[in-house]
């Protein structure tokens, strides 16, 4: 995994989102392109946040890059495992 951007993962916030976007993804099943958005929507818009709040945090801990593929599509591809050791790692470094 390339390294990760601190512009975006250490923005103020962005760590406990993801935190707790790990936490939603963990009980997220099947771990699909639309079942990960929907969980991560509601997860977003339940913290009073835009629904793609977010997206570019997770893009980064996941890839280490800021562009690519759809986020949800990306998850699906890597699947559950992965995408958390991909978080934790990423949460490791900030």
Known sequence: MPSCSPIDLKKP???DL?????????????FDAATTEKVLVEYCTGRGLKAGAINQPLRVAVT???????????????????????????????
């Open 64 to 94: 280490g890059v800021t562009k690519g593929p759809g986020v949800f599509d990306t998850l699906a591809i890597f699947g559950k495992d992965e995408v958390l050791r991909r978080i934790g790692l990423a949460l490791a470094k900030v």
């Open 18 to 30: 993801l935190r707790g976007a790990a936490d939603v993804l963990k009980a997220c099943d099947p």
């Open 13 to 15: 916030g962005n760590a």
